[in-house]
Nanobody, 129 residues
C-alpha cells in the first residue's frame, strides 16, 4: 500500500513537500517514483529513486526545483517541490516498481508507468499564478 500526502494549493514560486508512506513492501527492493497527471494527458514520470543505492531521476521540467529523498527505515519517500509553477498543477501519484523500474533509473531512462506495479491514490497539487 502506498499513501500520498502533502498536496494542496500554493501560489507560484511556493513550495510543497509530498510524502509517500509505503507498507507491505520494502523500499530497499523497489524503485519509488512520483508521477503526475492532468485530465486528458498521459501520466508523466516526474522523479524516481532507488533508495538502496541512491540513484535518482528527474524530468527535465523539474530539475533544479524538485528533490526526491527516501528513508528505508521509515519506508517513506518524499518529493520536495520548490519554485512551483502553474504547469506543475496535477494529481501526483506515488508508485513502486521492481527491477525493471530500478534499471530504468540506473540507465537514466524516463520512468514508464507500466514498469510500476503498485500505486497510491494520488494527491492534488494546484499552483495558482
Amino acid at each position: 500500500q502506498l499513501v500520498e500526502s502533502g498536496g494542496g494549493l500554493v501560489q507560484a514560486g511556493g513550495s510543497l513537500r509530498l510524502s509517500c508512506v509505503i507498507s507491505g513492501i520494502s523500499v530497499d527492493n523497489y524503485a519509488i517514483g512520483w508521477f503526475r497527471q492532468v485530465p486528458g494527458k498521459e501520466r508523466e514520470g516526474v522523479s524516481c529513486i532507488s533508495v538502496s543505492d541512491g540513484s535518482r531521476y528527474y524530468a527535465d521540467s523539474v530539475k533544479g526545483r524538485f528533490t526526491i529523498t527516501g528513508d528505508a527505515a521509515k519506508n517513506t519517500v518524499w518529493l520536495q517541490m520548490n519554485n512551483l509553477k502553474p504547469e506543475d498543477t496535477a494529481v501526483y501519484y506515488c508508485a513502486a516498481g521492481p527491477y525493471r523500474a530500478i534499471a530504468a533509473i540506473i540507465n537514466r531512462h524516463e520512468p514508464q508507468p507500466h514498469d510500476y506495479d503498485y500505486w497510491g491514490l494520488g494527491t492534488q497539487v494546484t499552483v495558482s499564478s
